[in-house]
């Protein structure tokens, strides 16, 4: 069957403004566009959009599916706005949970304190028996209470692993443990089972596909147990209903074990495995990515680099060996440098693309060495809100100008894609497309947070739909409607490029295309 859509507006995001009135498709391909009444011979079914508004189908090219879904089992406190409230949410939710139990809290952003400060570990403790971890919104920082700390065998005389710090005070431990030091515990939890997975997984999508969704580049497979366990939920709750596109990172842990397993010898269009995944450093929220210059606010710090520069070249040698891209976890100006030295030394096959992910502090040196080299980028555009004023405070007035680049990189012809990094954002592509056009919060009236790195609606929103098929080599088949190109397709109620920016967020998804199929549908 030759299913015929018309009846609205159709974006085929090639070029700038460019609409075709209908699109035919076929077994989840488009074999035609143009006129409707050269295609309607050949329909047979018309799907009306009446009056909605089309486009190739939104991807989030950087998010942790799993973790987005653990965010929306467990306790959010990504909009509490002092240490006392979020004290007071998590003692109401610990009362009567048994000492044996996890209480796990997302989304901690002391920046939005009046006074921007943890809780104790005394305070921690004194709010219930249970296991207890609270995950700043970063991801790079955790807060554990002591009954979690003595599950991962964390006390005073524990040194810090490569690549992680356990936080000390006096000698004491604080229970703040940063980047390689946190996965002591969350690699380990009790309750991380193919059940929780699968929970985890299918509440996701479910939620992904509401924000017109189509599918997501993920990292997932060294947190959840062995990674066959992620692999199998994947394969069940995506692979087996057809209704979302994952491609999945391979992470440097595991990657030999997926190799050597097999794990990821059978790829289909919604379930492929990429590049092989490296954190080069950390975050600015914990003061852990990697500068060449130290912390405004910090003068003995410069934050970590995960990895030695032998270490990286040892991965990527060993990504190389399988004929692999690299797509690294790269914030502080050092981190990328030093990863492009080694992308330099160790190039990809022809054709293929690295993968700089973050890319938040550049300058010149870094934009000219970047246009050099086969990588592309793949930027939150996010990130600009929320911490951009704790970020001025760390990073000082001259070294923000250039912080969580755009149109720097597009202007040097680099391939960006965009991604919310949830659970770190909302994956909410329109909440993207107004931070890439603005850089602003929602509701603030400014000309944006280093605004000179403002890009058009037009190349924000192919940050969603050509940027993330291009960065895996699959811009000739998927994220324009063309024919040939795959029949995924974003439908809102209202034409981005017209409204009022400030109205954009107020766009409904009408509806969410996966091969030619609905799977989410507006009531």
């Known amino acids: 069957m030759a299913t015929l859509w018309t009846g609205g507006t159709i974006y085929t995001m090639a070029r700038d403004g460019e609409t ?32 909605n508004v089309m486009y190739p189908g939104f991807v989030d090219s950087h998010l942790h599916i799993l973790g987005y879904g653990e965010k929306l089992k467990h306790i959010d406190v990504s909009n509490v706005r002092s240490k006392d409230e979020l004290l007071a949410h998590i003692r109401a939710r610990m009362e009567g949970v048994h000492s044996n139990e996890w209480i796990i809290v997302i989304g901690l952003n002391e920046t939005q304190f009046d006074e921007p400060i943890f809780p104790t570990l005394t305070e921690l403790d004194a709010l219930g028996e249970a296991h207890l971890i609270i995950k700043r919104s970063c991801h790079h920082l955790l807060l554990a209470n002591t009954k ?23 000698g004491k431990v604080t229970g703040v443990l940063k980047d390689a030091a946190l996965y002591m515990i969350v690699n380990h939890m009790p309750h991380i089972t193919p059940t929780y997975i699968e929970d985890a997984l299918e509440k996701a999508v479910t939620s992904l596909q509401t924000y017109g ?73 914990g003061r852990t990515a990697a500068l060449r210059e130290p912390y405004s606010d910090d003068m003995e710090n410069c934050g970590m680099l995960v990895h030695t520069q032998i270490q990286l070249e040892e991965l990527v040698q060993l990504a190389r060996s399988y004929c692999q891209t690299v797509a690294v976890h790269a914030i502080g100006d050092l981190a990328i440098d030093v990863i492009l030295d080694v992308f330099e030394k160790y190039p990809p096959r022809e054709g293929q ?41 760390r990073l000082g ?11 720097s990189l597009l202007d040097r012809g680099l391939i960006v894609a965009g991604g919310s990094d949830a659970p770190i954002e909302v994956p909410n592509p329109l909440h993207g497309i107004y ?76 509806y969410t295309v996966v091969g030619g199929k609905i799977v989410y549908e507006r009531v």
């Open 20 to 51: 075709v009135e209908a699109v035919l498709e076929h077994n989840g391909k488009i074999v035609a566009t143009g006129e409707i009444e050269r295609l309607l011979p050949q329909a047979t079914s018309i799907r009306d959009l009446k009056g």
């Open 148 to 170: 979690a700390l003595e599950f991962a065998g964390i006390n005073d005389a524990t040194p810090s692993p490569e690549g992680g710090i356990i936080e000390k005070v006096n």
């Open 213 to 285: 969704l189509v599918g997501g580049h993920s990292e997932d497979l060294s947190y959840y147990g062995a990674p066959h366990q992620p692999v199998d939920a994947f394969r069940k709750i995506v692979e087996d209903s057809q209704s979302f596109k994952v491609h999945l990172l391979q992470h440097h842990a595991v990657f030999q074990q997926v190799v050597d397993a097999n794990l990821n010898e059978k790829r289909s269009p919604y379930l492929e495995f990429g590049a092989m995944k490296i954190f080069v450093d950390g975050a600015f929220g």
């Open 353 to 393: 693309l690295d993968r700089v992910i973050h890319c938040s502090l550049i300058d010149e040196e870094i934009l000219i060495k970047l246009a050099s080299l086969p990588v592309a980028i793949d930027m939150q555009p996010q990130f600009v809100q929320g911490e951009y004023s704790a970020e001025i405070a």
């Open 397 to 407: 007035d001259e070294r923000v100008k250039g912080l969580h680049p755009l149109k």
């Open 435 to 510: 931070a890439a056009v603005t850089r602003r919060n929602f509701g603030e009236i400014h000309d944006g947070y280093g605004a000179q790195e403002k890009i058009s609606r037009f190349e924000a929103v192919r940050l969603y739909t050509v940027g993330p098929a291009a960065i895996i080599g699959q811009q000739y088949v998927r994220g324009q409607i063309a024919p040939g190109f795959t029949a995924d397709f974003t439908v809102f109620t209202n034409d981005i490029f017209k409204v009022e920016i400030e109205e954009l967020l107020n766009i409904d998804v009408a």
